[in-house]
């Protein structure tokens, strides 16, 4: 029997190559020893993409959500935002007159010539129709002694448009009270004027509609008679809100 006996090997035994890290990952199923899933090493500490690209577009609409809001509130506060305009009386002249006596008593005719200031404080253009003037005598009961209508226009926005309007004035219509001031008294006559403007404004060249605007105001102004030279002071003005 020590015949059949190998002889030993004199080469050295090498050690075992121990198991990797991950050795316990089960490529079949995914699963450790206990059953939990695994995450397979390659992937551990990769980014998720689709994860990543949900969560930047999502940050994107919240963004240009609120920058829509600011967008709208800003426009809300000023272009879409519709104010009246404003109208003013900046001078009156007497064009033309003619005083005389006749068969049936004194004649008092005047022409008067009325520079009217429209101002536009909306960011769009507004368009307006003619505009009308009526005359009255201060103090005396009755119609209006003239009526005067100036032509339509446009005013440009944040801007200013000035219209000329030609006002007959039959001032002796009102009858002896006025009469009687021209010949025996100093020969002042108070005029009372309404002048009333209808407009329109188109939001954003009309894509957000049209919105209608007026104004009304009301003058004084006072005549100088004779039957020589008939002058016109200047008018005082005020916005007529009872339109």
Known sequence: ????????????????????????????????????????????????????????????????????????????????????????????????????????????????????SIRNPNYESMRYGASATEIFVDGVDGGPVGVGRAPPGEVPARGASRVD??????????????VGEVLFGGGDVRLDTRTALDGRVSLLGGLYGRRTVRVAMRCRVALRVSAAVVVAGSPACVADFGR
């Open 165 to 178: 309007a030609d006002v007959d004035v039959l001032v002796d219509r009102v009858g002896p009270a006025v």
């Open 1 to 116: 029997m020590a015949d059949d006996a190998k002889p030993m090997s004199n080469k050295p035994q090498q050690a075992p190559t121990p198991p990797p890290p991950f050795a316990s990952f089960s490529a079949a199923k995914g699963k450790d020893a206990h059953g939990d899933a695994l995450t397979p090493p390659a992937e551990q500490g990769r980014p998720r993409p689709r994860r990543a690209l949900l969560r930047w577009a999502c940050l994107g609409l919240a963004v240009a959500g609120a920058a829509a809001a600011a967008v709208m509130l800003a426009l809300s506060l000023t272009v879409l935002k519709v104010r009246d305009p404003t109208l003013a009386m900046e001078s009156v002249s007497v064009r033309w007159f003619s005083v005389r006596l006749d068969a049936r008593g004194l004649r008092v005719n005047v022409t008067l010539a009325a520079g009217l």
